[in-house]
């Protein structure tokens, strides 16, 4: 392993924590991955704060013997630590954060309604559970109103860099994703997150890439890292996608988007156009996040990964296992054929559809020892609602596909095939997140793999979407 110095980046998913060890050239010579576990505690569902700490910590420790120069945190933005001291003095989450899909009471629910800005101030839709950070933030106030009261707020991914440099702020990617805490277009706090005393606790607002600090001493110790690794702000993850993308010359300074997969299926849209807040339905989950630079980035959603778990039941990487590819392709002909088809929404109140009852077309009696025609009917299902989501942001030109479902080839390439006048690519770099990561610290490093063309679904795609648009809108309108 190069000696000319390492950075680890530490990713807090919703659904996985990862933590990679990297060169100044950008490789990965270290991986590490847990399970995140939702707590519950006085009847809320809660992120697992303590369970993480205690498990970065163990793998800090385990790259003791690397020479790490730097820590860069990224997380999931549905989340927000009020920071404190507690009674015995010590420092640190005054309670336990919600996990963004709490149900929120009503009543609460309700009176926070009436205090959210309007979309196009914001670019923020209403969002269901916690989604809304505000929502979150506004409940909290209920909940604790004396820790609240002195609290300094801060995202998700910021709480990491506290924790590991003692050093507390907040950054503009983290605040600006569907939070109603951000105007984009003024970039500043929302009129609501002004008037509300939100804006005053949380700390202050500083660039993803601004070294907060350096690990804070007894972490040093304890890990035995050293006192004089810095630590970076950090960012909101899909923004971190997003900004290694822009590392592809494909990519960069051109009309783009970045569709990345996981439990969220994100689509963020690089204009080279002007473009109005306006334009998006709000209705649909679309929304305004804000990139590392400050700049609107126009985006819209689905719940991807959890929708395909929830038909296949299993690791979603059945669906993009490299094996089982071959016979997943040789499912989609009969699919077509009989018309096969699933339609939205099994997540509901997200995603473009997020009214949809979730139901089975033409399945087929002898449906359960289909196994590998289910995985490739959900995973047309998946390119369905994407190519719809795509279509409410003006994407077009080029379409780069990252994360944990751009293997899964049925996805990619029926995607490709509703997409024509699209060029679709995925990238041969894995860890698109973390790498995003690193070009805060260095901006022009390169991703080592290229990208390659998407080759289309062969079959009448556009006949099958007809058919499933047409059955989509006459299931809306009963």
């Avoid at 490789?27 to 006085?42: S, W």
């Avoid at 205690?54 to 800090?60: D, M, S």
């Avoid at 939100?198 to 907060?212: G, I, N, Q």
């Avoid at 290229?450 to 289309?456: R, S």
Wanted: with cysteine.
């Amino acid at each position: 392993m190069s000696r000319s110095g390492t950075t680890i980046v530490v990713d807090i998913g919703k659904t996985l924590s990862k933590v990679t060890c990297w060169t100044r050239e950008g490789h990965m010579t270290e991986r590490m991955v847990r399970p995140n576990e939702v707590r519950e505690e006085g009847g809320i569902r809660r992120l697992d704060i303590d369970g993480i700490g205690a498990w970065l910590r163990e793998c800090l420790a385990a790259l003791r013997g690397n020479p790490i120069e730097a820590i860069v945190p990224v997380a999931h933005g549905a989340g927000v630590v009020a920071l404190g001291t507690d009674a015995s003095g010590m420092q640190g989450a005054l309670f336990a954060p919600f996990d963004y899909e709490q149900p929120i009471p009503p009543e609460v629910m309700s009176a926070y309604r009436e205090e959210r800005d309007a979309f196009a101030v914001t670019g923020s839709p209403a969002l269901p559970d916690g989604l809304n950070l505000g929502a979150q933030v506004y409940w909290m106030d209920q909940a604790y109103p004396e820790a609240m009261a002195e609290a300094t707020l801060v995202p998700w991914a910021q709480y990491w860099a506290w924790f590991l440099s003692g050093t507390a702020v907040s950054e503009v990617t983290s605040l600006g994703c569907h939070t109603d805490l951000w105007s984009p277009g003024e970039a500043r706090f929302s009129p609501m997150a002004q008037r509300l005393g939100y804006a005053r606790r949380f700390a202050p607002v500083v660039k993803a890439s601004e070294v907060v600090g350096t690990l804070r001493p007894e972490l040093a110790l304890m890990t035995g890292l050293g006192g004089e690794v810095s630590v970076l702000a950090g960012l909101h993850d899909s923004n971190a996608a997003l900004l290694a993308a822009r590392g592809f010359q494909h990519i960069a300074r051109k009309e783009a988007t970045i569709l990345s997969t996981g439990t969220w299926f994100i689509g963020m849209r690089l204009p080279n156009e002007n473009f109005s807040m306006a334009s998006l339905p709000a209705g649909r989950d679309t929304l305004v996040n804000v990139d590392a630079y400050g700049w609107p980035v126009p985006s819209a959603r689905f719940m991807g990964g959890r929708e395909i778990e929830s038909v296949i039941q299993i690791d979603t990487r059945r669906v993009d296992i490299k094996p089982d590819q071959p016979l997943l392709m040789e499912a989609v002909p009969g699919l077509l054929a009989r018309g096969t088809m699933m339609l939205p929404t099994l997540a509901p109140g997200f995603g473009p559809f997020p009214n949809g009852k979730g139901t089975w077309l033409d399945r087929p009696a002898e449906w359960a020892g289909t196994w590998y025609a289910r995985r490739a009917a959900i995973c047309l299902y998946a390119a369905l609602v994407a190519d719809t989501m795509l279509d409410l942001i003006g994407s077009k030109e080029r379409l780069l596909v990252e994360g944990r479902f751009a293997e899964a080839q049925v996805f990619v390439r029926a995607l490709a095939a509703l997409r024509p006048s699209t060029d679709v690519y995925v990238a041969n770099a894995h860890n698109d997140v973390s790498f995003g990561a690193l070009r805060l610290i260095n901006p022009l490093l390169k991703p080592s793999g290229g990208l390659t063309l998407v080759e289309p679904l062969e079959g009448d795609l556009e006949g099958y979407r007809r058919k499933w648009r047409t059955h989509v809108a006459q299931e809306a309108a009963a």
